[in-house]
């Protein structure tokens, strides 16, 4: 079963200008640091620290947009605003469940995108 690709990088391609190197080089930061921000902001979740959820839902929601994970920017900044302000915090498991969910599928399909854009570098 062939699922829907979760992110874009027609945006980040435009902003380094088609540049594959640079491109091959954002994907590999996105790959090791998304992982530990998700970790790290499931175990503050785990601990009910809502000040480390909401800072670390800030810090995901830059890769997400440049990587134009759409299905979840929203749910991202829902996510960091409840926490920060400390309302309406029954929300916050099914958005936890939401952010966890896409974003590592996400994780998948941009490793894959990584072998891809590593070939391509190669043949060049």
């Not at 959820?53 to 991202?76: P, R, T, Y």
């Not at 920060?84 to 974003?103: A, D, H, Q, T, Y």
Request: net charge negative; glycine share 4%; proline share 2%.
């Amino acid at each position: 079963m062939e699922s829907n690709k979760l992110f874009d990088l027609t945006n980040l391609d435009e902003m380094l200008g088609g540049d594959r190197q640079a491109m091959l080089q954002m994907v590999k930061i996105f790959l090791q640091a998304t992982p530990e921000s998700l970790t790290e902001l499931n175990n503050c979740f785990k601990k009910d620290d809502l000040d480390g959820v909401s800072k670390l839902a800030h810090k995901l929601k830059s890769s997400i947009d440049i990587f134009a994970i759409s299905e979840i920017k929203n749910d991202i900044r829902r996510l960091e605003n409840l926490a920060r302000e400390n309302v309406n915090v029954e929300e916050i498991p099914g958005l936890m469940e939401k952010v966890n969910s896409v974003l590592n599928e996400a994780i998948n399909q941009v490793r894959l995108e990584k072998e891809v854009l590593q070939k391509e570098l190669l043949a060049i």
